[in-house]
């Protein structure tokens, strides 16, 4: 044979092999599914309809409202706790654009301060489908609900936590739950007595039938004791924060979301021992004079792990009847417990559970 009929032959020899080394590579990557694409770091062609589609923000784990199943028809009322303004205000809205069909009214109780003992109560009395908490359902909210025939159930959706809130010039580091307790029970009056000023302590509160902060501030800080005798009780967290704002000795808690943001005070680090304190907010601190261009976040990692030492969740408590009501609080529970849901309770301030 000639060389150059040899080289001919060379030639068609590795077409063949080149061709069947690229077919054999083609079916592989169809049976396998795997995306050379991006393992290459090419993205797909956003103008090809055949490309792989993105999420969209909102649809975690392609969780969202639209996915949400058993949603009931009808206008639901509901009620309870104040510290969830902030998720009714952002969620509530989201729900109603992606699923109208599903129409939900906070009812204010008549007579009554609204709040997660109200709400539950209006639940068990059956003026509402369903309420929201930030407390764990009680003993005897339990019984009630029992002797009329049904049980509660409550379902947590998101994390909270309770910020301590001082006057922006008080100098000193942080609190242990000792001192909190002791300044809110008349024990501490003075912030000298904590390495602070001589400076009388003005410790502010909302009464305890207010709802579920102030109870369960009680109940696992005070360990039920009372407050003191110069707690000076408020209506509302803002009329708190303006006195704290204007009372250089103020001190005072309300949910974290409530406090941290805040320009016109500085929360204070809290710890379970003297000198471990833990700041509710994500270090370093922004000055108060950079407010509100910049404003102080939540420490969410503190939060989510407990480092932070008074946190809690936030519940959707639920009639369990097996009737609309049941079906109602569940789905609302659901939409929270989304995807969407929770990146929507970030976005409210809070920490999602998930």
């Given amino acids: 044979m000639s060389q150059k009929n040899e080289t001919a032959v060379l030639v068609l020899a590795l077409l063949i092999t080149a061709g069947l ?30 490309s792989t589609p993105q999420p969209s923000p909102g649809q975690v784990n392609g969780s969202n409202f639209a996915s949400v199943q058993n949603v009931p028809s ?46 539950i109560r209006m639940l068990i009395e059956g003026r509402v ?107 509302t967290t803002t009329q708190a924060l ?4 204007d009372s250089p000795g103020g001190i005072y808690y309300a949910s974290a979301p409530e406090v941290v943001p805040q320009c016109t005070i500085r929360s204070l680090p809290l710890g379970r ?8 907010y994500q270090e370093p601190f922004v000055p108060l004079s950079q407010c509100p261009g910049k404003r102080n976040q939540l420490n969410i990692e503190a939060f989510q792990t407990g480092q932070y030492p008074i946190t809690r969740n936030l519940f959707v408590v639920v009639k369990q009847n097996g009737q609309i009501e049941q079906q109602a609080g569940e789905a609302y529970a659901n939409f929270l417990l989304t995807g969407q849901g929770q990146q929507l309770i970030s976005q409210s301030g809070f920490v999602r559970i998930r």
Avoid: C, H, M
Wanted: proline share 10%; aromatic share 10%.
């Fill in 242 to 245: 303006r006195k704290v704002a």
């Fill in 273 to 280: 021992q003297l000198g471990k304190f833990v700041p509710p």
């Fill in 74 to 119: 009808g206008l639901f009322n509901y009620g309870g706790s104040t510290s969830w303004a902030p998720i009714r205000l952002t969620i509530d809205p989201a729900i109603q654009a992606a699923r109208p069909e599903f129409r939900l009214r906070y009812v204010e109780p008549t007579g009554e301060t609204p709040g997660s003992s109200t709400g």
């Fill in 129 to 235: 489908a369903f309420t929201q908490s930030s407390r764990p359902i009680l003993d005897q909210e339990l019984n009630r609900a029992q002797q009329r025939g049904f049980q509660l159930e409550q379902i947590p959706v998101a994390i909270d936590g309770l910020a301590i809130a001082v006057n922006p010039n008080l100098n000193i580091p942080g609190l242990t739950l000792e001192q909190l307790k002791s300044i809110y029970t008349g024990k501490i009056t003075n912030w000298q007595q904590l390495g602070g000023p001589d400076l009388p302590i003005q410790p502010f509160s909302r009464p305890i039938s207010d709802g579920g902060t102030v109870e369960l501030f009680v109940q696992d800080n005070l360990r039920g004791q009372p407050f003191g005798p110069s707690v000076e009780f408020v209506s």
């Fill in 21 to 50: 080394v690229a077919g054999g590579f083609w079916w592989f990557t169809r049976r396998s599914g795997v995306d050379f694409g991006l393992l290459t770091g090419s993205q797909p062609n956003s103008a090809n309809p055949n």
